[in-house]
DNA sequence: GCAAAAGTGTTTGGATTACACCCATGC
DNA sequence: GCATGGGTGTAATCCAAACACTTTTGC
């Protein structure tokens, strides 16, 4: 065991990853941006930069999502910690990562000056990425899909005004398993989902009717204690 | 948006903090240290240091762990990362916390130069504590309730043999809502146990059977995927 | 009419619940 | 004997899986 003076240990930095998830095409992605700066210059990479000295965690969260993608106004969610001594090459730098879960339809990203593209990539199909990138996204989908069980996130992937069939494909790409349309709607039953009058449009068969979440009437059963939601 | 230069970014700290849990008379109790140094000096909290410059954050949290309170080789696992800035009164230090489940029967804590004393407080009764550790131990309890639903780190709190009544006060305890002894022994049909021979001994009723967790055959299960524990 | 997906009903077996009952031990 | 918890059985009910069937659209 050595020592070292209490003033000593003041000499790392940390920064926040901004992991963005989102639900296109029936596939599950995550928002990656090219650097345009060493290290890992051209890379993909998780947006993310260093906190500032007195900056909260979260706030810094927001602040280089914005500064980064664009991106405004999305709540995020603490994931893990990455501290390993050697994983940024110019210092010691622990990273903080945060994710967040959109609707890729419903918002435009753009590059900034340090990223010079943007993409949405599949969970499932990702490239190799800056740093400990790639272990950071895969852990954090882990922690996304257990959420899937318990908790009613995958409303916020969906578009507002969703079909059924899209709500069932959502869980059949997550679980990797196919899903009986009539049983998923019987499992289904008891989250509060508001039908509009409305129906798709311009496809080939049958249109299928719209359906809202209703988070209002989701709160309500929550405070009751009288609904748990499972899938 | 200000800017500052790249190495002005390396003076914070940080350091790890361990959530000991255990299982001791019916109740969830975590392990406290009385700080015998400023600040927050006399307070109780959450074992914790300063992590080192080249040091990884599991290895700093066992070392931590062991200089505090004598306890060794103990599995931990990350929880969350607190980072306000106002959050230690000397400088900006990150603390990245840490659990581990314990069986209080099987070890012997011991207080280090700086803890003066170690104590176990159950869960639902926690003095004020140094720093934010209350909100630290508060919700990483909320972790831990949440694995006791779809892990079996029920097993590593209980003592290594226990009856199938000191298992049911455990979720009585965590969930706080009495079980039927009945259905509980129903729904745990599949969770591999070894019954043992031997039974309680010197208590004033029927004297119970012990039992130990097939660690071995619950592992099997869990690659053949035809089992997934729940609670 | 046909393809394609929307949408619903039925059967079955297994799990969950509530509750009742008997058993072994210390005092 | 009696208090205390250990341990088991049963019937009613709910739920999930498998599968078949009808409906509505575009072409």
New interface residues.
Partial sequence: ??K?E?H???????SVDCIIFGYEAGQIKALVIKRAMEPYNNYWAIPGD????????PVAAERVLK?LTGLDHIPMH?S??F???KRHP???V?T?SYFALVRIDALHVKASSFAEEISWVPINALPTLAFDHNHILESTYEILKQKLH?EPVCFDLLAERFTLHEFQQLYEFAFEQELDKANFRKKIKYIPLIGLEEKQKNVKHRPAKLYKFDRESYQKQLINGDYTFKM
């Fill in positions: 065991m050595y070292i209490f000593d240990f003041f000499n790392a930095a940390f260093l906190v500032y000295p007195d900056e909260d965690l500064e603490q893990q910690t501290g390993h001594p110019q210092g010691r622990i903080i318990h």
